[in-house]
């Protein structure tokens, strides 16, 4: 029983007290206010998702959820792309609270993992944005840049920058 209890300590202590407030994603490929309109009706269809603000001038979306969902990034993302586009940027705004994070080292927010690339370590608060840098939630062309930095294998975990 006394390990079971010390189990638990441990993965509640390993993941942080932290939400994820709101997406912004910037779509490529689209030509008209129509592509617009296609991202927005499938982004509709998850559950998890509260509002969405479109842009039709900067291909952007904001994405609000609703309260205590489970965020799925890679919904998302596949909702997109079922429509006829790509991700080019993916911002998730994290509202942290004392959380350390350090180099080379993953951290965990509600369901989701992160491990954070070029950052130094540092004590998060408040709001903070966080770039997903994986495949898919950015432009090839950038995706390649910071192909190298990510060689280590992260299963289950997102690339990210602050």
Not at 71 to 87: H, N, P, R, T, Y
Not at 95 to 112: A, C, E, L, T, Y
């Amino acid at each position: 029983m006394r390990t079971l209890f010390l189990f638990a300590a441990i993965v509640i202590s390993l993941t942080t007290n932290a939400q994820i407030t709101k997406v912004s994603l910037q779509a490529s490929g689209l030509t008209c206010s129509m592509c617009s309109n296609s991202i927005n009706k499938a982004l509709k269809t998850l559950g998890f998702i509260d509002n969405i603000n479109p842009d039709i001038q900067t291909s952007s979306f904001e994405i609000t959820f609703k309260p205590g969902s489970n965020v799925d990034f890679d919904a998302i993302k596949k909702k997109v792309e079922d429509a006829g586009f790509s991700v080019a940027k993916f911002i998730a705004s994290v509202d942290f609270k004392n959380v350390q994070i350090k180099p080379n080292k993953k951290i965990s927010v509600g369901d989701k993992t992160f491990y954070f690339l070029n950052t130094k370590e540092q004590l998060l608060n408040g709001v903070r944005k966080v770039r997903l840098i994986d495949k898919g939630f950015v432009s090839n062309k950038e995706y390649k840049k910071n192909a190298a930095a990510m060689s280590a294998a992260m299963p289950g975990a997102y690339y990210a920058t602050i």
